[in-house]
């Protein structure tokens, strides 16, 4: 009796020792919702921290991991950096490129101890556009596949890595000029053996598509949009595969070769967050502050054509249902368990039914007011809300509002990244290092 548990025991521990992979941003399926239910809901700067490690430079790029290595991007500078501001505010352009050399960089890290495995500059020099104060030039989130490391940056190229750091090709793009010089930030997707990457820019905008094993281009397709900033969603379903591309002119749908299937016109004039599908819907979201048109859409598969819902109407065919005032501007929306969170830029909360729309509370207001940039994610029974001081809000879920508790990071913390939830690890990026949070035992 005494071999059967020890051994029963050695398989339960072995089992949850193992970390789960999250190869892009917001993890395989884009949703951020964690597959174990044993996250952590309480840490500070130093409670359940299981390491933290200093990054050098500024990204906003989430880190991703596979097997034992975590994977994420910077850009250092090597003249005098900016501070950055909080909250969100006017007056951020800054229209002239920076003149001192900067240095772009993939790093890996150990995902148990935070140590440097490797790190690669992929290239040095000047930049070749100029960003906002509150962005920076590795604002996309890597991928990987598991066998390399697709490290995208904008405004200079695609960069294909092994998990040891070797180059494995590079594609350069374009540096496009952005809506008031704000950089750019939409992370590629990969598909089959295919990279996807969506460049919504004010000069030419384009889908493209390269051959992920040699970077050669499958496909160049042109986009009659100007500057966003949302990921491209690669959407699976019974009826067929589909590439989802938010804009500020049409959300677009194209088939892998990048021939349209279907447009929906009625988004706000800035697009940013991400789409992902949930229990048989896609969810399209579009928020900018300044717009009267703040959309969330539902949408059902095996659509074509135009879309477009009349003036007054929030259904159709194809689209369960829609709300032309409810988005976000920065972070995507979240469902899990069947409920729809909007966290708002502003500390504001709302959850709706995820099928109907039907509203169960409105933008319920946390206790502090700085801004939120970062998604939304979930675990078990608990939503996590992290602002950019380094504050996070735990609520349980369901359809009443119910603030549990929060937790804050050191108050030199700035996070505008979202996590990667990997097992029972919190992955958190600020602008000064990477925490692994996980519970002690």
């Given at each position: 009796?005494?071999?059967?548990?020890?051994?029963?025991?050695?398989?339960?521990?072995?089992?949850?020792?193992?970390?789960?992979?999250?190869?892009?941003?917001?993890?395989?399926?884009?949703?951020?919702?964690?597959?174990?239910?044993?996250?952590?809901?309480?840490?500070?700067?130093?409670?359940?921290?299981?390491?933290?490690?200093?990054?050098?430079?500024?990204?906003?790029?989430?880190?991703?991991?596979?097997?034992?290595?975590?994977?994420?991007?910077?850009?250092?500078?090597?003249?005098?950096?900016?501070?950055?501001?909080?909250?969100?505010?006017?007056?951020?352009?800054?229209?002239?490129?920076?003149?001192?050399?900067?240095?772009?960089?993939?790093?890996?890290?150990?995902?148990?101890?935070?140590?440097?495995?490797?790190?690669?500059?992929?290239?040095?020099?000047?930049?070749?556009?100029?960003?906002?104060?509150?962005?920076?030039?590795?604002?996309?989130?890597?991928?990987?596949?598991?066998?390399?490391?697709?490290?995208?940056?904008?405004?200079?190229?695609?960069?294909?890595?092994?998990?040891?750091?070797?180059?494995?090709?590079?594609?350069t793009l374009p540096a496009p000029k952005m809506r008031n010089n704000w950089g750019t930030s939409a992370s590629p997707v990969l598909h089959g053996?295919?990279?996807?990457?969506?460049?919504?820019?004010?000069?030419?905008?384009?889908?493209?598509?390269?051959?992920?094993?040699?970077?050669?281009?499958?496909?160049?397709?042109?986009?009659?949009?100007?500057?966003?900033?949302?990921?491209?969603?690669?959407?699976?379903?019974?009826?067929?595969?589909?590439?989802?591309?938010?804009?500020?002119?049409?959300?677009?749908?194209?088939?892998?070769?990048?021939?349209?299937?279907?447009?929906?016109?009625?988004?706000?004039?800035?697009?940013?967050?991400?789409?992902?599908?949930?229990?048989?819907?896609?969810?399209?979201?579009?928020?900018?502050?300044?717009?009267?048109?703040?959309?969330?859409?539902?949408?059902?598969?095996?659509?074509?054509?135009?879309?477009?819902?009349?003036?007054?109407?929030?259904?159709?065919?194809?689209?369960a249902w829609a709300n032309p005032g409810i988005a976000p501007y920065n972070p995507s929306t979240l469902v899990h368990n069947g409920l729809l969170?909007?966290?708002?830029?502003?500390?504001?909360?709302?959850?709706?039914?995820?099928?109907?729309?039907?509203?169960?509370?409105?933008?319920?207001?946390?206790?502090?007011?700085?801004?939120?940039?970062?998604?939304?994610?979930?675990?078990?029974?608990?939503?996590?809300?992290?602002?950019?001081?380094?504050?996070?809000?735990?609520?349980?879920?369901?359809?009443?509002?119910?603030?549990?508790?929060?937790?804050?990071?050191?108050?030199?913390?700035?996070?505008?990244?979202?996590?990667?939830?990997?097992?029972?690890?919190?992955?958190?990026?600020?602008?000064?290092?990477?925490?692994?949070?996980?519970?002690?035992?």
């Amino acid at each position: 009796m005494q071999t059967l548990t020890l051994a029963l025991l050695i398989i339960a521990t072995t089992a949850y020792a193992e970390p789960a992979n999250w190869p892009q941003f917001r993890g395989a399926d884009s949703r951020g919702v964690a597959t174990s239910v044993d996250l952590p809901d309480r840490w500070s700067a130093t409670e359940n921290i299981e390491w933290k490690a200093e990054i050098p430079g500024r990204g906003w790029s989430s880190p991703i991991v596979w097997g034992d290595r975590v994977f994420l991007t910077t850009v250092i500078n090597h003249g005098e950096t900016e501070p950055l501001k909080k909250g969100l505010y006017f007056g951020g352009d800054r229209p002239e490129i920076p003149a001192s050399e900067h240095e772009w960089k993939v790093m890996c890290l150990g995902l148990a101890t935070g140590k440097v495995i490797w790190e690669k500059t992929v290239r040095k020099g000047r930049p070749l556009t100029p960003i906002h104060i509150k962005s920076s030039y590795a604002s996309e989130t890597p991928l990987t596949d598991g066998k390399n490391v697709y490290a995208c940056f904008g405004s200079v190229g695609i960069y294909c890595l092994d998990l040891d750091g070797r180059e494995v090709w590079q594609h350069t793009l374009p540096a496009p000029k952005m809506r008031n010089n704000w950089g750019t930030s939409a992370s590629p997707v990969l598909h089959g053996e295919r990279l996807y990457y969506v460049s919504d820019n004010d000069e030419q905008s384009y889908l493209l598509a390269l051959d992920k094993n040699t970077g050669k281009e499958a496909f160049r397709a042109p986009r009659w949009e100007k500057s966003n900033w949302s990921t491209p969603f690669i959407w699976q379903h019974d009826k067929r595969t589909e590439i989802i591309t938010p804009g500020t002119g049409a959300i677009m749908s194209y088939d892998l070769d990048g021939k349209p299937l279907w447009k929906l016109r009625g988004m706000s004039v800035i697009t940013i967050a991400t789409p992902y599908a949930a229990d048989g819907l896609l969810y399209v979201s579009s928020g900018y502050v300044g717009d009267k048109m703040k959309p969330i859409y539902a949408i059902k598969p095996g659509a074509s054509g135009d879309l477009t819902l009349p003036e007054g109407q929030t259904s159709s065919e194809f689209i369960a249902w829609a709300n032309p005032g409810i988005a976000p501007y920065n972070p995507s929306t979240l469902v899990h368990n069947g409920l729809l969170y909007v966290l708002y830029d502003r500390a504001l909360v709302s959850c709706f039914d995820a099928k109907t729309g039907a509203q169960h509370y409105d933008r319920q207001r946390l206790e502090r007011s700085a801004g939120f940039t970062t998604s939304p994610w979930a675990s078990g029974d608990r939503i996590y809300c992290l602002n950019e001081d380094g504050v996070c809000y735990v609520l349980h879920t369901g359809k009443t509002f119910e603030l549990l508790h929060q937790n804050t990071l050191a108050p030199d913390d700035l996070c505008m990244a979202t996590p990667a939830l990997v097992g029972d690890r919190l992955l958190i990026r600020t602008d000064k290092r990477l925490y692994s949070i996980r519970k002690v035992r």
